[in-house]
């Protein structure tokens, strides 16, 4: 998890104090078509990028973002040259030859060239590999303007999308280069020593996630058959790898077939899915071909979730990252339960307990201030580990049935799908599928920081029934009580077991339940479903014990009577009822009690204390 979560951080630094560009929201894109020379062995690229974008208001301008070291010879539209203006703040402002009135559609086309290394990015590398060379790009969040003009901000996807890719045919060792980027290949042209690759990607795409890589890869591919309507998993990886790759990703349809299970078809079947090797350790989840720096099935498992989580609906803000890391992080885990079974599922959650709780602060969710640094947009223990906790613990608190159904919903809502979404639009789906008001569950586990440690008080007050107290501390002071269900397991003195979920929503509640054995211990969380820490379960005094320490005189009474308590006990009320049940005397805490105004006859006095609840009877004459 620290491989992917670090892969993931590096490209996104030197980005970070990248503002939202006020001047790129007044139109919308809808297509580009990327048409790209590149040559591995040079850190260079060169090309034309024709945009298709709609007015949202009249314009007689239109800004793109692009790094200003790159250079813009010529930009067309119609045929005409166009003038335009490159500044310090990374962009290429264009001026119309006429104004493009709002709702109208219209297009253009930026032929620039440079070498982006030099933006000092790292969303464009070209390196090598067993001393073959190879180019890549890595745009998270804001490295897409370092190797071609386009729109960045988490607020427009591309509708569709061509990427051309002109490569010299063979590399210096003579074998053939390959080209991958998103969506599917149309066609392979030569022209003398030189093939251009088309790639067609006909699904919602932010910039973020276009990608392209060329180098001498291996090919093969395995078939996902998808119920009857199958697609491709396509590797691209270096040779000198290709034994370890073709024996590490089959284990890809697995997953592919568990998660369209759980979420429903994968979001990009009619194109493809694909692995392309490139000089991370971790990964990235470009859509419809995951860059991978290994193949490890955690690592598979991650930027596989992402095609649903992240690149079908994308976080709408990096405030939001945990919609897209904390839910692939969580599928990752749904494939250890799955296809490892529940003790290693536990085991991983305890792994991720313990990440999260090494800490005592922290939310899932960032503030703005929180957006100015990249290690906390890409915190493992945040945005990851407890995105991914917290997600587990809004399934157990709603059911498997309605938490994943609610997922789905989430996948397909008509404002979110192939678009953004940001916190409060996914806990709104969350509360349609399950009928519950989740703003309490959100607040303390998702916008606010920390975690509780609990002390679990039991006994068996009779042979058919344990008493539970539940008290709470809480790690942070912007939580003042975690309300969550909270499991426990009772173990019986042969070997019973009975699970029971108490909801606590108090400090100090007190449950009843209702048992059939005697009882041995109890385990508090024994699956591990909760965030907490230093934990400790007490089995309280025995009842009886407990009575015993009690008295109450003189009794019968004629007026008064004392009550006598040890001093390590605290009662916090006193009840007096009569024969028909029907409460008469309530007082917190007093050792005496005047009972003249009572009529004679039986009275039952009871004691709520810290320890459990003491009835005992008094007669007045």
Same mark, same amino acid.
């Given at each position: 998890?620290?491989?992917?979560?670090?892969?993931?951080?590096?490209?996104?630094?030197?980005?970070?104090?990248?503002?939202?560009?006020?001047?790129?929201?007044?139109?919308?894109?809808?297509?580009?078509?990327?048409?790209?020379?590149?040559?591995?062995?040079?850190?260079?690229?060169?090309?034309?990028?024709?945009?298709?974008?709609?007015?949202?208001?009249?314009?007689?301008?239109?800004?793109?973002?692009?790094?200003?070291?790159?250079?813009?010879?010529?930009?067309?539209?119609?045929?005409?040259?166009?003038?335009?203006?490159?500044?310090?703040?990374?962009?290429?402002?264009?001026?119309?030859?006429?104004?493009?009135?709002?709702?109208?559609?219209?297009?253009?086309?930026?032929?620039?060239?440079?070498?982006?290394?030099?933006?000092?990015?790292?969303?464009?590398?070209?390196?090598?590999?067993?001393?073959?060379?190879?180019?890549?790009?890595?745009?998270?969040?804001?490295?897409?303007?370092?190797?071609?003009?386009?729109?960045?901000?988490?607020?427009?996807?591309?509708?569709?999308?061509?990427?051309?890719?002109?490569?010299?045919?063979?590399?210096?060792?003579?074998?053939?280069?390959?080209?991958?980027?998103?969506?599917?290949?149309?066609?392979?042209?030569?022209?003398?020593?030189?093939?251009?690759?088309?790639?067609?990607?006909?699904?919602?795409?932010?910039?973020?996630?276009?990608?392209?890589?060329?180098?001498?890869?291996?090919?093969?591919?395995?078939?996902?058959?998808?119920?009857?309507?199958?697609?491709?998993?396509?590797?691209?990886?270096?040779?000198?790898?290709?034994?370890?790759?073709?024996?590490?990703?089959?284990?890809?349809?697995?997953?592919?077939?568990?998660?369209?299970?759980?979420?429903?078809?994968?979001?990009?079947?009619?194109?493809?899915?694909?692995?392309?090797?490139?000089?991370?350790?971790?990964?990235?989840?470009?859509?419809?071909?995951?860059?991978?720096?290994?193949?490890?099935?955690?690592?598979?498992?991650?930027?596989?979730?992402?095609?649903?989580?992240?690149?079908?609906?994308?976080?709408?803000?990096?405030?939001?990252?945990?919609?897209?890391?904390?839910?692939?992080?969580?599928?990752?885990?749904?494939? @250890? #339960?799955?296809?490892?079974? *529940?003790? /290693?599922? &536990?085991?991983?959650?305890?792994?991720?307990?313990? +990440?999260?709780? %090494?800490?005592?602060?922290?939310?899932?969710?960032?503030?703005?201030?929180?957006?100015?640094?990249?290690?906390?947009?890409?915190?493992?223990?945040?945005?990851?580990?407890?995105?991914?906790?917290?997600?587990?613990?809004?399934?157990?608190?709603?059911?498997?049935?309605?938490?994943?159904?609610?997922?789905?919903?989430?996948?397909?809502?008509?404002?979110?799908?192939?678009?953004?979404?940001?916190?409060?639009?996914?806990?709104?789906?969350?509360?349609?599928?399950?009928?519950?008001?989740?703003?309490?569950?959100?607040?303390?586990?998702?916008?606010?920081?920390?975690?509780?440690?609990?002390? @679990? #008080?039991?006994?068996?007050? *009779?042979? /058919?029934? &344990?008493?539970?107290?539940?008290?709470?501390?809480? +790690?942070?002071? %912007?939580?003042?009580?975690?309300?969550?269900?909270?499991?426990?397991?009772?173990?019986?003195?042969?070997?019973?077991?009975?699970?029971?979920?108490?909801?606590?929503?108090?400090?100090?509640?007190?449950?009843?339940?209702?048992?059939?054995?005697?009882?041995?211990?109890?385990?508090?969380?024994?699956?591990?479903?909760?965030?907490?820490?230093?934990?400790?379960?007490?089995?309280?005094?025995?009842?009886?014990?407990?009575?015993?320490?009690?008295?109450?005189?003189?009794?019968?009474?004629?007026?008064?009577?004392?009550?006598?308590?040890?001093?390590?006990?605290?009662?916090?009320?006193?009840?007096?009822?009569?024969?028909?049940?029907?409460?008469?005397?309530?007082?917190?805490?007093?050792?005496?009690?005047?009972?003249?105004?009572?009529?004679?006859?039986?009275?039952?006095?009871?004691?709520?204390?810290?320890?459990?609840?003491?009835?005992?009877?008094?007669?007045?004459?």
């Amino acid at each position: 998890m620290e491989m992917i979560r670090e892969a993931e951080t590096k490209a996104a630094l030197n980005k970070i104090l990248h503002r939202v560009n006020m001047n790129t929201g007044n139109y919308d894109v809808t297509y580009h078509r990327l048409e790209l020379d590149v040559d591995p062995t040079q850190a260079f690229i060169s090309g034309d990028v024709t945009t298709y974008f709609e007015a949202k208001e009249n314009l007689s301008e239109v800004t793109f973002e692009l790094s200003n070291n790159m250079v813009v010879s010529q930009i067309l539209q119609r045929g005409t040259p166009l003038s335009y203006v490159q500044n310090s703040e990374d962009e290429l402002v264009i001026t119309l030859n006429q104004v493009q009135n709002m709702g109208v559609l219209d297009s253009l086309t930026i032929s620039y060239s440079g070498n982006p290394i030099s933006s000092g990015f790292g969303s464009f590398e070209q390196t090598t590999h067993n001393g073959d060379p190879i180019v890549w790009t890595l745009s998270e969040p804001y490295g897409a303007m370092g190797w071609w003009p386009c729109k960045q901000d988490l607020i427009d996807k591309i509708d569709n999308l061509d990427v051309y890719i002109t490569t010299p045919i063979n590399n210096p060792s003579n074998e053939e280069y390959i080209a991958v980027s998103n969506g599917l290949e149309q066609s392979q042209t030569i022209n003398g020593s030189f093939k251009t690759t088309h790639y067609k990607h006909q699904y919602p795409i932010p910039a973020y996630l276009v990608a392209m890589a060329v180098t001498n890869y291996a090919v093969y591919s395995h078939n996902v058959p998808n119920n009857g309507d199958p697609f491709e998993i396509i590797n691209y990886v270096y040779p000198e790898d290709l034994d370890y790759a073709e024996a590490s990703t089959p284990v890809t349809v697995d997953i592919m077939n568990l998660y369209t299970d759980l979420f429903g078809e994968y979001p990009f079947a009619n194109e493809k899915y694909g692995h392309a090797q490139f000089g991370w350790g971790g990964g990235m989840e470009h859509t419809t071909v995951s860059f991978m720096g290994s193949f490890g099935r955690g690592l598979i498992a991650h930027e596989l979730g992402h095609q649903w989580f992240g690149d079908k609906v994308t976080c709408g803000s990096w405030k939001d990252i945990w919609l897209n890391e904390g839910f692939a992080t969580y599928l990752s885990g749904l494939v @250890i #339960e799955n296809l490892d079974g *529940n003790s /290693s599922f &536990i085991s991983w959650k305890e792994s991720l307990n313990s +990440s999260i709780t %090494s800490q005592s602060g922290g939310a899932v969710y960032l503030t703005d201030s929180d957006t100015l640094s990249v290690n906390r947009i890409f915190s493992s223990r945040l945005s990851y580990n407890k995105g991914a906790m917290v997600t587990h613990m809004l399934r157990k608190k709603l059911s498997d049935e309605t938490f994943f159904q609610g997922m789905q919903n989430y996948l397909t809502d008509v404002n979110l799908s192939y678009a953004y979404a940001k916190t409060e639009d996914y806990k709104a789906v969350m509360e349609t599928a399950s009928g519950q008001d989740l703003t309490e569950f959100f607040n303390d586990w998702i916008y606010n920081q920390g975690y509780p440690s609990y002390t @679990i #008080e039991w006994q068996q007050t *009779n042979e /058919s029934q &344990i008493r539970v107290s539940i008290a709470q501390t809480q +790690s942070n002071a %912007s939580v003042s009580f975690f309300e969550a269900p909270v499991p426990i397991r009772v173990i019986g003195t042969s070997g019973e077991v009975l699970d029971l979920v108490l909801d606590n929503t108090t400090n100090n509640e007190i449950f009843l339940r209702a048992v059939t054995f005697p009882v041995a211990n109890i385990l508090f969380d024994p699956e591990v479903d909760l965030i907490s820490r230093n934990n400790t379960v007490l089995l309280g005094i025995n009842s009886v014990e407990l009575d015993n320490q009690f008295s109450i005189y003189p009794n019968p009474t004629a007026q008064n009577i004392t009550i006598s308590k040890p001093q390590n006990i605290t009662v916090n009320k006193i009840n007096v009822y009569n024969t028909l049940g029907q409460l008469l005397i309530t007082t917190p805490w007093t050792s005496n009690l005047d009972f003249s105004s009572l009529p004679t006859g039986m009275f039952f006095v009871q004691l709520e204390t810290n320890l459990g609840v003491i009835n005992k009877s008094v007669l007045k004459n």
